[in-house]
């Protein structure tokens, strides 16, 4: 999809206005989310802060609740700074010194009940959204947040390399294989800053990390015929083109073939791809300051560190991680290979009990307790990216949480170029059955009683069908 032009000239100002906020502030407090996004743009809050020398606080929630709402309301700091969440809930903050950077849609209540708190700059509120530029694909809340310590600080700008992980791990990538639109700027910065590298290839996950064999096993979205979900079938093609899987008794990844190898399996698989074969090539985002292998090198890897920090409940790490803390790196794997257990748990567990139903718009599967809440939404999109599903109506997926069921939805950008917008849906669906929801046109998430299951996909579906029929 194409970037939007956007308005740049009211965003600038908006950004001078919050940049004004943050440095008359003795102490800040920073609020922002568990998930790679959240912890990038946390640590570019933290690390701004840092340097301006304020006294301040980092802070993760998983989501805005009415605690959350109340505790920043209350907070006595001069400033709460909140990252990649809120702009959902503006309409329930009252007080002065409130600043966001955020990328999913706002509040539409904000506006209409918006009083003279607003009019004084009680609330610096910066999102896409707003500025007519879409907070799916083209910005994420890193990205919002590395343009405000940008506009504080133009030396900051060695933190852009960070909100390009963010917006990875968003996969504002996905829609034109490559980051377009304020990303792509801040792209730029952390190229110039000599942070980041950008590189054509194959965009399929763990090109560092993973064996070759299983690179190429577990590439989807476009799936390889006759080389995805078949090892066999890697070996044979790995075979055939002279490329051996080990070298010295080490397994080589993607990364490790020489350009000559890498060039002839590239040839091969685009040819095996056929008319998906522009799907699977763009840009990849190599990070400089660290070494290949490392599981940080790699933009994608390093943002899936960052959600198994956040999604088991050690958001902490995730932010040593991002401002360079090598200790926190063997904890992070730590995190990662909890991480890919659970995943690979998750997929198994709902494809052996046969859990993915179908209605005529949406699929959906409930996990009850076996899947944590925190990452059925990644479980969701990878099952929608898997032969298993239907890859033209959403999925929605319901997982068990302290406070309701957990509800994730995802779907593919075609749909929302026809219409579907699954943060409406969401948000409606879910206040409609006594929840609360919202998101992204593509990727969202609601909470509701545990009760209203069937009568939230009665309304999801009718919702949905609405939209895109």
Not at 326 to 343: C, D, F, P, S, T
Not at 415 to 428: A, C, F, P, Q, W
Request: with cysteine.
């Amino acid at each position: 999809m194409p970037a939007s032009a956007g308005d740049p000239r009211r965003m600038a100002r908006d950004l001078a206005a919050a940049a004004r906020v943050i440095r008359d502030a003795k102490t800040v407090r920073v609020v922002t989310h568990i998930d790679a996004d959240g912890i990038s743009a946390g640590a570019i809050a933290d690390i701004t802060l840092e340097r301006l020398g304020k006294e301040h606080t980092v802070g993760f929630e998983k989501k805005i609740t009415d605690e959350v709402v109340a505790s920043v309301n209350s907070s006595p700091e001069d400033v709460v700074w909140i990252c990649d969440l809120g702009s959902g809930y503006l309409s329930e903050f009252d007080r002065y010194g409130l600043v966001i950077t955020d990328h999913h849609v706002p509040d539409p209540r904000w506006r209409g009940r918006q009083t003279i708190l607003d009019s004084f700059g009680g609330v610096q509120h910066l999102n896409p959204h707003t500025y007519g530029i879409d907070g799916s694909y083209e910005v994420c809340g890193a990205g919002m947040t590395y343009l405000l310590s940008k506009e504080i600080d133009p030396a900051n700008v060695d933190l852009a390399y960070l909100a390009v992980v963010g917006a990875v791990g968003d996969f504002q990538d996905s829609s034109n294989q490559r980051l377009v639109g304020p990303n792509a700027a801040i792209v730029g910065d952390a190229v110039a800053n000599g942070d980041l590298v950008v590189e054509e290839d194959l965009r399929f996950y763990g090109r560092d990390t993973r064996p070759v064999n299983q690179y190429l096993q577990y590439a989807s979205d476009p799936s390889i015929p006759g080389i995805s979900d078949n090892p066999k079938g890697c070996y044979e093609l790995l075979d055939s083109l002279g490329i051996q899987a080990k070298s010295g008794g080490r397994w080589r990844s993607w990364s490790d073939l020489s350009r000559e190898e890498h060039d002839r399996a590239v040839d091969a698989i685009l040819e095996r791809l056929g008319p998906d074969a522009d799907k699977a090539v763009g840009e990849m985002y190599r990070i400089t300051r660290y070494e290949k292998g490392t599981g940080m090198s790699d933009a994608k890897e390093f943002a899936t560190v960052l959600n198994s920090c956040g999604r088991y409940d050690d958001a902490p790490t995730g932010l040593r991680v991002c401002r360079g803390d090598v200790g926190a790196l063997k904890v992070a794997e730590e995190n990662r290979a909890e991480h890919r257990k659970h995943i690979s748990t998750a997929l198994s567990y709902i494809r052996d009990n046969h859990l993915l139903r179908e209605r005529r718009f949406i699929q959906w599967f409930d996990a009850g307790s076996e899947v944590r809440e925190t990452v059925v939404g990644i479980v969701a999109g990878m099952m929608l990216s898997s032969s298993d599903c239907r890859r033209n109506i959403p999925i929605i997926a319901f997982a068990d949480s302290d406070d309701g069921v957990k509800v994730s939805a995802r779907a593919n950008r075609d749909l929302v170029d026809r219409g579907l917008n699954l943060s409406e849906v969401m948000k409606t669906a879910a206040e409609i059955v006594g929840g609360f929801g919202g998101g992204h046109t593509v990727a969202a998430g609601a909470t509701i009683p545990p009760e209203k299951k069937e009568e939230f996909l009665d309304i999801v579906e009718d919702l949905v069908s609405s939209q895109i029929e």
